[in-house]
């Protein structure tokens, strides 16, 4: 009965508008930076490795490889400056967590495509 | 004290977070408080000498409280609730019997404090209990790293002081958090966001008090 409360406290604020996307997905997010009293939309492009939490505390964190180094970012789902998110390439993936990819690297960390979900 | 320290029962819901505009997130604590039903007043002029309100707060069926206290609750007519609590005031209180106390009493950005009983921990040992260092890792100690060391001195006093910090019980204590600040306020729901965390688990008892 209180989770229940929380849930709809969550739902009330909840945004509908990202796409559904799941790990393994490549997805490009679009962040609002503020910097220096300005404020501009950058963009990170990656693979979704891990979608953990409920309700507003739920967040995904995507990986990219740049300039050689590997690099993640985790963004809350429910955060205002997550401003988009696109889904660019759904892959196969048979586990929830890709941790794995962090040990691999070049052509041994590419995930193989899968036909697109329907939803 | 300051001049009222009026307040709410309530039960703490649980967890959350809230995003500000600017992506910043703040952590709430959920708490379902009042409405209470204002008992009756007490007065400093009056036989009790002191100022005070109490107040009641979860109704329940007339079998789940003691018989004295369902007269008492006949006596002010009111339904039986689980819980009176008094709040002391400096002053003749404002409200009266018959008052009903909401959460509305709080306002956004208010500084309350929130007490309640806090989780049990059971028994547990120094380190956890009071802070103490414990004993080094290495350097030749054996089996007692978590010990508290010296409790005392020898022949003189020949005993432990009272109040020595040792290992025992700990938590199920009511517990006071200072200073915390009302995000948000749901009449309808009775509901009020506090910023922070509030000692207890939830679906306990909880009085937020004004400061």
Redesign the interface.
Known sequence: M??E??TQ??NA?KRHDLPVFHPGDRVRVSV?I?EAGKERTQMFEGDVIRIRGS???RTFTVRKISNGVGVERTF?V????VTALEVIRENKVRRAKLYFLRDLRGKAARLKERDRRSH | MTASRMGLLGRKVGMTRIFLEDGTVVPVTVIKAGPCPVVRTKLASGKDRYNAVVVAFEPVRPKVVRRPELSYFQQHQLPPHRYLREFRTQDAPEATAGDVLKVTMFGANEIVDVTGKRKGRGFQGVMKRHGFHGLPGSHGTKLKDRHPGSIGACAYPARVFPGKRMAGRMGADVVTTRGLRVVGVKEEENLLLIRGAVPGPSGGLVIVRKR
Do not use: C, H, K, V
Request: net charge negative; no cysteine.
């Open positions: 209180n989770q409360i929380i406290l969550d604020t609002t503020r309700n507003a505390g809350p429910e955060s205002p400056n």
